[in-house]
């Protein structure tokens, strides 16, 4: 018996051995706890500090309020300003400063304005607009199944109060405050648990740092994180109780109001959360991650040869030979007509001949412009027209009716990718083939670098292209690296790995 107690502690001391290790040695593990509470309030603070994209129609609730509502046509509720629909919004524990609630039910016309006290509702300190408003005594409390103390007969959850007032979605939630036993942050990992905010277009609430512990400030972060990652909502304004509260330092008594609105469309950038605390060293580990583990081994491709000429500064011709690979499964049935459009960083690009027959070859090189426009140079048979990036050249061959395929030879110039997502391109792109420098050869780069070069890559994504191949170019090191080597990155339409 004794021999089998030990045998069994031993067994499970090498599993936990085992699984420790395997935490430890994970390339990039965002939930990891950090060393130190200072670290983790670092973190939390990268994180909540630059929002993940820019609304361009907000309007300030007040001229000193804090918050600030979206009502771009695109990421917003611009249906608020329309008589013609009905609109619910709900304000939950609302402090002394009431113009967030001034301004909804003033100012927003389809709006209906429920309000939440826990305590015996203020109306005319609030100075609301009657006809538009309604004043609840209500104390809010999280979904907890365990929690019986709490959840009893005299408090509600988010979820009993939408089913009685028969509300199956609202468009703005503001969450200000909860009573002293109740943590924003527990009602929030409710909501996403439940999948409740699959309901809400707008959400609005206060991160009060109020307490410096390890285990307060890291559940915070972990609701961000899942709030961004499984809720899909983004961070798109922040604002500070103190200017010192936004620099990267430990203070306490700092909060942060924070406005979030629901998984943008594909066009819309995206910059994403730093990695774990936004080193430029976790910046590359997660970048390497990601093109590491992002590949798959269930697609067949056939590799192709485009020949090109090349007209050089000097005007002399050389011959180019360009070797994509293309997945088998797009021509295995090819009733569709074929597209293959060659996009590189220099101009004068003449194609010869189709790889494929069947299928059309286009080339254009791209440059940036002074006033920060984008601009596609069409080449074909030697010509040259110049035309805008949103103009027909590109949206005439990338047109639903036939199979696209791109190629794009970024070298160091990541904007091409910024301006095919910024007019929705992607979308009308079955495999998109990127080559570049995904670390820049010469080193120099900053943490902000690879953080917008993994969020470029992660918005393709958002098209429903899969990254299901990674290659190195002949000639640089096999070995993935951020020594400046060249990567082809292969995506896929739609692939279910």
Known sequence: MRKRSLLTGLCFLTL????VQFYIQDDYSPLQLLSSVENEASRLLKFISQPHLHCNDSLATG?????????????????????????????????????????????????KLYIFCHEKCMGDAMNTNPSKTTFYSAVIVPNDPADFARNSFQSQTLNTVMKSLHHDSIQILKLDSFIDSVQSYEVLRFLIDDSLLQSVQELHFVVKLDKLEEDFIYSWYRVLYALFTTAGFRLFHTS??????????????????????????PHVFVMY?????????????????????????????????????????????????????L?????????????????????????????????????????????????FQFVHNGSRKKRKAHHVELEEILTSSSKNIMFIDLQDNWDMLFALSN??????????????????????????????????LKCLE???????????????????????????LNFLKNFDS
């Open 423 to 456: 007019r929705d391109l992607p979308r009308l792109i079955s495999q998109l083939i990127v080559q570049g420098n995904i670390f820049p050869a010469s080193g120099r780069f900053t943490h902000m670098t690879l953080r917008t070069r993994y969020s470029e």
């Open 327 to 375: 997945a088998s499964n797009l021509f295995e049935k090819n009733n569709q007509r074929c597209q293959i459009i060659v996009i590189r960083n220099s101009a004068y690009k003449t194609i010869n001949r189709a790889p494929i027959k069947g299928c059309n070859v286009f080339s254009f090189a791209f440059s940036s412009q002074k006033d920060g426009s984008a601009l």
């Open 240 to 265: 500070a109780s103190d200017m010192l509260c936004l620099q990267d330092t430990v203070m306490e008594s700092c909060s942060y109001h924070l406005s979030w609105v629901k998984k943008p469309p």
């Open 63 to 111: 001229n000193t309020s804090r918050w600030l509502i979206c009502l771009d046509f695109e990421l917003g509720v611009p249906s608020l300003k329309s008589e013609d629909q009905k609109s619910v919004v709900y304000s939950i524990g609302p402090q002394k400063e009431h113009s967030f609630e001034h301004f909804v039910s003033w100012n927003l016309s389809a709006a």
């Open 273 to 325: 959360p730093p990695a774990i605390d936004g080193s430029k060293e976790n910046e590359e580990d997660r970048l390497l991650s990601y093109i590491q583990n992002s590949k798959s081994n269930d697609v067949s491709f056939t590799t192709v040869s485009i020949k090109m000429d090349f007209m050089n500064s000097r005007t002399q011709t050389h011959q180019d030979l360009l070797s994509i690979d």
């Open 16 to 19: 936990l051995y085992a699984g």
């Open 462 to 488: 958002e098209f429903g292209l899969s990254l299901v191949k990674v290659d190195k170019v002949a000639g640089t090191n096999l070995k993935f690296s951020s020594s400046g080597d060249i990567y082809s």
